[in-house]
């Protein structure tokens, strides 16, 4: 199906452990974003990339990773989770000039 | 930072009310931009307005920008039960105007 898909769905893990959530888009769109969205500050924006090997920070990168290697897909990983983790995950994705369009996001517990 | 602030943080009203919400913003943009999130899902894009432009509309949905009081305003037409979401104005981030920065959203609640 065309469109932007996140995967898991949900998610709990442990604290101390990696986890990687997904993000795969069939548009071709130039740029891809996450952001982790919690109550009381909104979405944030994590890491974002604005073409295959070019990925930047945002407002809240500590203790994320992300690659770019195909211009579909941009993993984000959570290299030793940790309870503040605990969170609503969305990948985006746009071209330029033009509004973002969201996955339907990862809801990560961390325990 | 750069980020937009929606207004009010919730509002309630009658199914076939208008509802209008604002969002107010501190330096210069070059577009503006509103969502909707309905609950449990991911946000999905309504309206891009411009710099250069003073009112969108789009179906049930008028978008103003007034860029000399830095505000825009979003007002939703004869409103129904399945409006009933949050609403969230985005606005680039300094920059890099590809990046946007979410305000905290308008919960809006539509009564049958």
């Known amino acids: 199906d065309a469109g932007i898909t996140q995967s898991p769905r949900y998610k709990i893990t442990e604290t101390g452990r990696q986890v990687t959530l997904m993000c795969h888009q069939t548009w071709s769109h130039s740029y891809m974003f996450w952001y982790r969205q919690d109550l009381g500050h909104g979405l944030r924006l994590i890491y974002y990339s604005a073409a295959a090997d070019i990925t930047d920070k945002g407002e809240v990168p500590d203790g994320y990773v992300v690659s770019r290697s195909k211009t579909e897909n941009f993993p984000l990983t959570l290299e030793s989770a940790t309870r503040s983790q605990t969170s609503v995950y969305f990948c985006?994705?746009?071209?330029?000039?033009?509004?973002?369009?969201f996955g339907s996001g990862t809801r990560l517990t961390v325990v | 930072s750069q980020q937009g602030e929606e207004d009010p943080q919730a509002l309630s009203i009658q199914e076939g009310e208008n509802a209008t919400m604002n969002c107010s913003y501190k330096?210069?943009?070059?577009?503006l931009q509103w969502y909707r999130q309905n609950s449990g899902r991911g946000l999905v894009h309504l309206i891009l307005?411009?710099?250069?432009?003073r009112e969108k509309h789009s179906g049930r949905l008028r978008v103003t920008l007034d860029t000399s009081k830095k505000s825009s305003s979003l007002l939703i037409t004869a409103s129904r039960a399945a409006d009933t979401a949050s609403y969230f104005c985005?606005?680039?981030?300094?920059?890099?105007?590809?990046?946007?920065?979410f305000g905290k959203g308008t919960k809006l609640t539509v009564n049958p």
């Open positions: 985006a994705s746009s071209d330029t000039g033009w509004g973002y369009t």
């Open positions: 330096t210069s943009i070059n577009n």
């Open positions: 985005a606005i680039p981030s300094q920059g890099g105007s590809e990046k946007l920065v």
């Open positions: 307005i411009r710099s250069n432009e």
